[in-house]
Nanobody, 119 residues
Framework: QVQLVESGGGLAQAGGSLRLFCAASGRTFSVHAMGWFRQAPVKERGLITAITWSGARSYYADSVKRRFTISRDNTKNAVYLQMNSLKHGDTAGYYC????????????WGQGTQITVFS
């Protein structure tokens, strides 16, 4: 099993920034990628960004490209998500996840954190 613990999130003004942090523990050798999904009300949960365990490859959904940046901290078995130029459309529950596939790292989940963007 892999445990994921998230921190960060909350309220942000449109155009502002927030940072999320997710630390992995347990059998981390069994996963090859970590990422962030988000789910807005009445919408499906979808992958917005992911990074391989080595940090060599990453993925960004079009909706967050050039605004969000995912990065690894190998000393902490963790990933950061830096979110800039936030929009109302970024309001959602954000979930850290880990798994074997870069484009679907959905084997293990964090508890989720809410981000609300206001004007």
């Amino acid at each position: 099993q892999v445990q994921l613990v998230e921190s960060g999130g909350g309220l942000a003004q449109a155009g502002g920034s927030l940072r999320l942090f997710c630390a992995a523990s347990g059998r981390t050798f069994s996963v090859h990628a970590m990422g962030w999904f988000r789910q807005a009300p009445v919408k499906e949960r979808g992958l917005i960004t992911a990074i391989t365990w080595s940090g060599a490859r990453s993925y960004y959904a079009d909706s967050v490209k050039r605004r969000f940046t995912i990065s690894r901290d190998n000393t902490k078995n963790a990933v950061y998500l830096q979110m800039n130029s936030l929009k109302h459309g970024d309001t959602a529950g954000y979930y850290c996840a880990a798994g074997k596939l870069l484009l679907h790292p959905a084997q293990y989940w964090g508890q989720g954190t809410q981000i609300t963007v206001f004007s």
